[in-house]
């Protein structure tokens, strides 16, 4: 009797390579993402200074890759091109606050109220998509806010200034949320170059218009500081939301959106040896509790996550 041996199909295998590549991109995004608090708190400069240099940087390094693709950046229309920008002003919002948050309050705690910008989301999803969201989605949208309490808890009995920090960084979490809408929207139909060029381009002019009429400084920092600023544009903006953008076009978004909450973790565990900050028990059990909570509030049913089709309906670019 002859062994009949059954090989996957060539199709598959490369399915198969393509999704191992993309989870490993998407690995390496969070982790560079995960040092953005870290890079930030190093630079000690205004938020909408840091926010600039991170963007300025961005839209320098990925102006040559893009100019390859300009046709299909004006092939866009309008309405998208208009889009794009509108995400990059999006993002200004979120890095003003969020950098700024930082120079108030902990690296921890700025991140993981920044990340609760997939419970906004959700949230536009129901009351203005009408999409039907279950018990789990309440639950654990329930169990995000205590966890909220919890680590903001420390920070009002403390002070005001730990206090206003931790609003900024809630705060930056609804630019963010706008961000990752318009993001979706976009990547329906541009590349992930593409777009990177144009939302750091919108984000780089609306921050330096802001800091010029502001009056914030530029410029004169020590040698420390832009190195942490240059750190903040290569390794968190362009290396990590490049590889994360990658990853969108091949792996699931609700996959993709789930691994992006181990943001915070990495940078609270690298905060502790890094800026030598310390995390209670009370905000350690917050931040589980808001990352099961909004796990458990994006997590679909079985039946539902089977039948989503690989890929996030984006060009995978």
């Not at 991140?111 to 309440?138: C, D, Q």
């Amino acid at each position: 009797m002859s062994t009949i041996t059954t090989q996957a199909p060539a199709s598959v295998q490369r399915t198969q390579q393509s999704q191992g590549r993309a989870y490993a991109a998407l690995a390496l995004g969070i982790l560079c993402i995960g040092f953005s608090a870290i890079f930030t708190k190093w630079a000690g400069v205004p938020g909408p200074v840091s926010g600039f240099y991170r963007v300025a940087i961005a839209t320098l390094v990925l102006a040559l890759p893009a100019a390859a693709g300009a046709r299909q950046v004006f092939r866009l229309g309008g309405p998208t091109l208009a889009l794009a920008l509108l995400a990059g002003c999006f993002f200004a919002g979120d890095l003003s606050l969020w950098n700024t948050s930082l120079l108030y309050t902990s690296a921890a705690n700025s991140t993981l109220l920044g990340n609760t910008s997939t419970l906004w989301v959700s949230l536009w999803a129901l009351l203005v998509l009408h999409e039907v969201l279950g018990r789990r989605f309440w639950v654990g949208t329930a169990l995000a806010l205590i966890g909220a309490a919890l680590i903001v808890g420390p920070d009002m009995r403390g002070g005001v200034t730990d206090a206003w920090g931790d609003v900024l960084a809630l705060g930056s979490s609804l630019f963010y949320a706008a961000y990752l809408l318009s993001t979706g929207r976009v990547r329906r139909t541009a590349g992930t170059v593409e777009f990177m060029w144009l939302s750091s381009f919108g984000a780089a002019l609306v921050l330096l218009v802001f800091n010029v009429a502001t009056g914030l400084p530029l410029w004169g920092f020590t040698f420390d500081q832009y190195a942490a600023l240059v750190a903040l544009g290569l390794i968190s903006h362009v290396a990590g939301w490049l590889c994360i953008n990658y990853a969108l076009g091949h792996l699931r978004a609700s996959l993709t959106s789930v691994s992006l909450l181990a943001q915070p973790v990495i940078t609270a565990v690298a905060s502790v040896p890094l800026l030598g900050e310390a995390l209670s028990v009370a905000q350690v059990a917050g931040g589980a509790l808001v990352l099961g909570g909004i796990y458990l509030a994006n997590r679909r049913p079985a039946s539902e996550a089977s039948a989503e089709p690989t890929g996030s309906g984006e060009p995978a670019t």
